[in-house]
């Protein structure tokens, strides 16, 4: 079993649409999370970090965090074409290495 | 501010040739670094992390290994390279409890 799963999509969804994007993980020692957006031949870039249960919003976007369903969500309000990416969900135990692990990443498309 | 520079972009090598990737950070003290691979439409592989100058740690066994002679240089590399190392190559470092990624080289294996 991988520590961490995404579905990988990929999801196509018109202008406007809420959009969901789920995790799940079985290392109970993960403390923190992350949410990274990936264009196509880049590097990630990071948009949401949260070290707690419940929710975290940033603008049109919204970390949720469930510790106990061991289970992580990001939504997109009103999404738009230029959301159109790759979703790489994040998680690290907090120890002094920080190792980083990711979900595969689900590509998303928003359709004009 | 904190940047990290990674090069080059794209590279192109024969089965059996050497490897060199760099990666510098700048704007930071004694940071975290970690190089991670993607193949292609997957997520990111941790290959190394370095919590300190000579301090390296592997992640997987395989063709690649890595060393960080300076405090913000990070270098990844081959002896030789196979068909199997082609991909997209990220390096990271930490700031605080986020980390930030340069913008990858795409190395193909030929």
């Known amino acids: 079993q991988k520590e961490v799963e995404q579905d990988p999509g990929p999801l196509s969804v018109p202008e406007g649409a809420i959009v969901s994007l789920n995790c799940t993980y079985s290392n109970s020692a993960f403390q923190y999370f992350m949410w990274y957006r990936q264009y196509s031949r880049k590097g990630p870039e990071l948009l949401m970090y949260t070290y707690s249960s419940g929710n975290k919003e940033d603008g049109r976007f919204t970390a949720q965090v469930d510790k106990s369903s061991k289970y992580i969500s990001l939504f997109i309000r009103d999404s738009q074409p230029s959301d159109s990416a790759t979703y790489l969900c994040a998680m690290s135990a907090g120890d002094s290495s920080y190792k980083l692990i990711f979900g595969s990443g689900t590509r998303l498309l928003v359709r004009p | 501010s904190q940047t990290i520079h990674q090069w080059p972009a794209t590279l192109v090598q024969p089965v059996g040739s050497p490897l060199s990737l760099e990666c510098t950070v700048e704007?930071?003290?004694?940071?975290?670094l970690y190089w991670y691979r993607q193949a292609a439409g997957r997520g990111l592989q941790l290959l190394f992390y370095?919590?300190?100058?000579?301090?390296i740690s592997s992640e997987v066994p395989q063709n690649l290994s890595a060393s960080r002679p300076q405090d913000r240089q990070f270098i990844l590399s081959s002896k030789k390279l196979l068909l199997s190392d082609s991909g997209f190559y990220l390096c990271a470092f930490l700031t605080g409890r986020e980390a930030f990624f340069g913008q990858g080289t795409r190395l193909t294996v030929v």
């Open positions: 370095s919590v300190g100058i000579g301090q």
């Open positions: 704007g930071t003290s004694n940071p975290n």
